[in-house]
């Protein structure tokens, strides 16, 4: 091999690897240049508190189509656990926590039900939660009388527009922001570092030192930006501490226990996943309860963000979070796709929601340019795939 080839060679493959952040940041650059408020403390900090219960079940979401399954019935589910919430604590004056217990309980039942009929009785998750999606958002209206309610008691409204601040002081900025930024960075260097060595024990391809540091850097100083800027606003998002702790959860799940290799082994192969002793029935149930268990936790963050349940609450919300996993490099067919890519592709799909509003885009612009990146990120994976040899 050429010089030339073996600098390519790994640039290129770490390019492939890293191209949906490489999106991103053009993406982002492209808004700023275009309306210098689109970097501002304060907008960042409105992304982060109106996108995230995207990103919540852009994470349920990823798992279920890595089984090679669908859920098209999330948004229903977050406006029905909304509205139970909604009717507990607005109407009948239970106890704020008590009315999230209640909403989370319906997220459970409702993935179980959908989960029964996929993994025992053999329907499609298409078709059954393509049902759900009807079932649910009619029961939200039911529960609500076809009618909004809000406000929701001061504690649960701060679930979603709350923030830690001043904890550790700071002059113009928060420190306790910076330091949790600080400390997610060098988790983060560790973690990386440690699968580095882990694909070099199994004699596994990686990128060079260089690219592997340059790319630590960039990361890390951008994350450190992010997290100065939202010290100078109004601090740390309760909303996004929550969504630490799912990422840290769910990172574990997917990469260290046997339920989360499961879920792996049977989106890219059921029938030899079953042949290995995997019970696939169960691991397709579970997926399911969990999807619901997160629909929930989105259905209590967004109803908490809007200060009210509406019967009309999670319209679309399912195509923003499908399209997020694909967008970050799920794969059609199952067995493929990463939390952080999800993680990603949420991203994006937020910022490009965010970009096109400052610039006063109309919804159906929104709509236009979100399925266009949408089909171009399906494309660009059969493209990767035909060229693997893959079908």
Same mark, same amino acid.
């Given at each position: ?14 390019? /492939? /690897? ?24 304060? $907008? *960042? ?22 089984? #090679?399954?669908? %859920? ?21 004056? !239970? ?14 039942? !409702?993935?179980?039900? /959908? ?18 999606? *009807? ?39 928060? !420190? ?27 004699? @596994? ?7 592997? !540091? ?40 997917? @990469? ?63 195509? %923003? ?7 970050? #490099? ?6 493929? #796709? ?15 929601? $965010?970009?096109? +509003? ?7 612009? +929104? ?8 089909? *171009?990120?399906?494309?660009? %994976? ?7 040899? *893959?079908?």
């Amino acid at each position: 091999m050429s010089l030339k080839e073996r600098i390519r060679t790994p640039f290129r493959n770490s390019l /492939q /690897q890293s191209g949906i952040l490489v999106a991103l940041i053009v993406i982002v650059i492209f808004f700023a240049l275009l309306n210098p408020n689109f970097l501002s403390a304060g $907008n *960042l900090t409105n992304i982060v508190l109106q996108y995230s219960y995207i990103l919540i079940l852009a994470i349920g979401m990823l798992l279920v189509i890595v089984l #090679g399954q669908i %859920d098209l019935s999330v948004g229903s589910v977050v406006a029905l656990t909304g509205a139970v919430a909604g009717v507990l604590a607005i109407k009948n004056g !239970v106890p704020w926590w008590l009315a999230i217990l209640a909403a989370l309980a319906v997220g459970l039942a !409702v993935g179980a039900f /959908q989960g029964f009929w996929v993994a025992f009785v053999g329907i499609p998750g298409f078709i059954v939660t393509l049902a759900g999606m *009807l079932l649910f958002r009619g029961m939200t209206y039911q529960v609500l009388d076809n009618v909004s309610l809000s406000p929701f008691p001061n504690e649960y409204y701060t679930i979603a527009n709350g923030f830690l601040n001043g904890l550790l002081g700071g002059d113009g900025y928060d !420190v306790f922001t910076i330091i949790i930024f600080a400390i997610a960075v060098v988790g983060y260097a560790v973690s990386q570092f440690r699968a580095r060595l882990r694909r070099i024990e199994n004699k @596994q391809h990686v990128e060079s030192v260089g690219l592997f !540091v340059a790319k630590i850097v960039v990361i890390g100083a951008v994350v450190m930006w992010f997290g100065y800027k939202l010290s100078t606003s109004r601090g740390l998002p309760f909303i996004l501490i929550l969504l630490g702790v799912l990422i840290l959860i769910y990172q574990v799940v997917t @990469q260290k226990t046997a339920f989360g290799r499961s879920i792996y082994a049977i989106g890219g192969n059921k029938e030899a996943a079953r042949l290995s002793g995997i019970n696939v029935r169960s691991v397709t149930f579970l997926t399911y309860v969990n999807m619901g268990l997160l629909c929930a936790i989105a259905g209590v963050a967004f109803s908490a963000r809007m200060n009210g349940a509406q019967p009309g609450a999670g319209n679309m919300f399912e195509l %923003d979070a499908i399209a997020a996993c694909f967008i970050g #490099g799920a794969s059609t067919t199952g067995g493929t #796709g990463r939390i952080a890519g999800a993680l990603i592709g949420g991203l994006i799909m937020a910022i490009l929601s $965010n970009g096109m +509003q400052l610039m006063g885009a109309d919804t159906s612009t +929104q709509q236009i340019v979100k399925g266009l990146v949408l089909l *171009l990120a399906v494309a660009f %994976d059969v493209f990767n795939r035909r060229r693997a040899g *893959l079908r």
